[in-house]
Antibody, heavy 120, light 106 residues
Framework: EVQLVESGGGLIQPGGSLRLSCAAS????????MSWVRQAPGMGLEWVSI???????YYADSVKGRFTISRDNSKNTLYFQMNSLRVEDTAVYYC??????????????WGQGTLVTVSS | DIQMTQSPSSLSASVGDRVTITCRAS??????LNWFQQKPGKAPKLLIY???TLQSGVPSRFSGSGSGTDFTLTISSLQPEDSATYYC????????FGQGTKVEIK
């Protein structure tokens, strides 16, 4: 079955660090473009990061310099290292596969999400 | 950054009604426009990609149209299971989502 399963969320104090994992099955993470999208409680969706199959990475300004996206090809797993966490980083974090066509792209596969709560 | 504005923010309609949600981009995005459905506590689900292509497995009552800056998601005959929040998303430059439209059943 093609799926993504996130883990690693939890309660963390401001300034702390957390690493999220996203285990993929049914397809190869390293051959695809993979993203993290977050959703603060009661709010809309916010794209935060992407890693391309070639390995280049990009971030939203809101997390640049604090968060790092990476992957472990041997484990077929995507990661999101989150440092210097702020209260405003509180959200459900989704990993998603970005499927690219000839002149379009879309998030066609999503994980179930993992909740990160930043609070003292 | 490209801003995406959806309207209305919420709507209430009856089963069988035709429902239309609009999404406007702050600059032209060609057809780099996707629509997602999200139910409470669940991950978003892809409905429409490339502005008008129906994702496999999505009921045919859902359709998308538009190009450039103005786009529409239409539900031709609203069903109880369509109660959800709908998001548009552009991927022409960066990736940004609209603020969402909550659809409720009367």
């Amino acid at each position: 079955e093609v799926q993504l399963v996130e883990s690693g969320g939890g309660l963390i104090q401001p300034g702390g660090s957390l690493r999220l994992s996203c285990a993929a099955s049914g397809f190869t993470v390293s051959s695809n473009y993979m993203s993290w999208v977050r959703q603060a409680p009661g709010m809309g969706l916010e794209w935060v990061s992407i890693i391309y199959s070639a390995g280049n990475t990009y971030y939203a300004d809101s997390v640049k310099g604090r968060f790092t996206i990476s992957r472990d090809n041997s484990k077929n797993t995507l990661y999101f290292q989150m440092n210097s966490l702020r209260v405003e980083d509180t959200a459900v974090y989704y990993c998603a596969r970005l499927y690219v066509g000839s002149d379009w792209e879309t998030f066609d596969l999503w994980g179930q999400g993992t909740l990160v709560t930043v609070s003292s | 950054d490209i801003q995406m504005t959806q309207s209305p923010s919420s709507l209430s309609a009856s089963v069988g009604d035709r429902v239309t949600i609009t999404c406007r981009a702050s600059q032209t995005i060609n057809n780099y426009l996707n629509w997602f459905q999200q139910k409470p506590g669940k991950a978003p689900k892809l409905l429409i990609y490339a502005a008008s292509t129906l994702q496999s497995g999505v009921p045919s009552r859902f359709s998308g149209s538009g190009s450039g800056t103005d786009f529409t998601l239409t539900i031709s005959s609203l069903q109880p299971e369509d109660s959800a929040t709908y998001y548009c998303q552009q991927s022409s430059s960066g990736r940004t989502f609209g603020q969402g439209t909550k659809v409720e059943i009367k």
